[in-house]
């Protein structure tokens, strides 16, 4: 059987090649992106690529590219990918929605005690000649409280680190989530803005989020309290936020995400919060670090090779979700297929008149799409699938071998 290949572009972290290549499969890498027709050209004869966000994935590259089974984005975002038509094509797409969160959670810790000792004024008077040491409006973190909205992946790791910092943590999220360390819950936002000395936002980009921190919720801070937010642009009013820091209610202020953002390396930055005293501003840097690059990397390559050696979906981010495990001995037959009645009847049928005894079946559908695992204790001969594979109703059927 000849080996799988996989292109990487972009850049991609080498830790996804060692992955890849401690797994058998044949790697070609390249430092850049591709536009479309070089992209179609290149991934002739790959079973898979690896992007990140600069390489757009249409739906005339997923048509054009038959031996494609699979794509991995290397980074948070999947905008860039035509995922419905990949669904279609019956390509999975993984990405790592996760694999950055200590990075935000860093940024945010040093942002939030720098904002505290007002740190981007202090250098800004030293870089322009000017010697003015002072106490004056610089206070410790330890003993504060912070309150952390949106308590998840994110708000989570925050809530550890800014404990062992000193902090008495408290959390609004509109789920129930259970309290790290000593972390206290509060049942409404405005209990939260109320008693928080430092308010951090880290909520996800649900539509009902657009918003959700304006002007009203701004009043409703402490006078002097520090505002932070690496979640999402389109959550906070700038303008009202600009108005509540120069009037002093608002003491200071990170910011690392936009609503509008510039879209190339070296574009003007436009905000209504330039030029503002005590203010941080960050280009969407929170989950950029070399450690959250090599992790994705890993994270990536793993959920990919598990795809191609086992038929494992698991995270994928367009087909229905199955997490199969390493196959240990007999034979597995996965098979993706349109969500009608009577595929699994069908399958199980095909294997009882084999009398293939089934060891395991895992099952799962999204939107129009199912799939299915199975499992059986025998090799079964190939012909055995024929009738399944041109089945109407199949997308495509492949098998696996242990350790294959
Ligand atoms: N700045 C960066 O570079 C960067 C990097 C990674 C993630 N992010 C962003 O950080 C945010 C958090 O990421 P995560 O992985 O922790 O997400 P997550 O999905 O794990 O957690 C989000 C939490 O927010 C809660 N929530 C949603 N809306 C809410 C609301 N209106 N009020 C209170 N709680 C609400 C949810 O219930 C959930 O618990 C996301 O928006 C993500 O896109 C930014």
């Keep these: ?174 789920a129930d989530r259970l309290a790290h360390g000593n972390a206290r819950r509060v049942g409404t936002l405005d209990q939260l803005l109320a008693e928080a000395d430092v308010v951090s936002l880290h909520v996800d980009g649900r539509p009902g989020n657009a918003g959700m921190f304006g002007a009203a919720e701004l009043a409703k801070m402490k006078p002097r309290s520090l505002f932070v937010n690496a979640s999402r642009g389109m959550v906070v009013d700038d303008v009202a936020l600009r108005e509540h820091i120069l009037s002093g209610h608002i003491a200071g202020a990170a910011l690392d995400v936009f609503p509008v953002e510039p879209k190339a390396q070296g574009d003007t930055f436009e905000s209504a919060l330039r030029g503002l005293p005590n203010v941080i501003l960050t280009p969407h840097v929170g989950g950029s670090t070399q450690e959250a690059q090599e992790e994705i990397g890993f994270f990536v390559s793993g959920k990919l090779t598990n795809f191609i050696h086992r038929g494992s979906t698991a995270l994928s981010v367009n087909l229905p979700d199955v997490a199969a495990p390493a ?38 559908t999204r939107g129009e799409q199912g799939y299915v695992v199975t499992d059986v204790t025998t090799e079964l001969p190939d012909d055995a699938l024929d009738g399944l594979r041109q089945a109407d109703s199949t997308l495509w059927l492949r098998t696996y071998r242990p350790g294959s």
Aim: aromatic share 4%; hydrophobic share 40%.
């Design 1 to 174: 059987m000849s080996k799988h290949e996989v292109l990487l572009l972009e850049d991609i972290h080498p830790a996804a090649t060692e992955v890849f290549e401690r797994n058998g499969l044949v790697v070609h890498t390249r430092t850049r992106s591709l536009g479309e027709d070089d992209l179609i050209e290149a991934l002739q004869g790959m079973s898979m690529v690896g992007i990140r966000s600069n390489t757009r994935v249409t739906e005339k590259v997923l048509a054009s590219t038959p031996d494609l089974l699979a794509i991995g984005a290397f980074c948070i975002g999947t905008n860039q990918i035509d995922l419905g038509a990949a669904a279609r094509e019956g390509v999975a797409v993984f990405n790592a929605p996760y694999s950055n969160t200590r990075s935000v959670v860093e940024l945010v810790i040093g942002e939030i005690i720098a904002l505290a000792r007002r740190l981007p004024e202090k250098t800004q008077r030293m870089h322009d000649g000017i010697w003015d040491k002072s106490a004056q409006g610089s206070h410790e973190v330890r003993g504060r409280t912070l309150g952390i909205v949106g308590y998840g992946n994110i708000g989570t790791q925050l809530s550890n680190l800014a404990e062992a910092l000193g902090f008495r943590v408290i959390f609004f999220d509109t």
């Design 327 to 364: 196959l240990e001995s007999g034979s597995r037959v996965a098979l993706l297929h349109h969500n009608i009645p009577g595929v699994l009847a069908s399958v199980n049928q095909m294997l009882a008149d084999r009398g293939a005894n089934v060891s395991a079946q895992y099952l799962s």
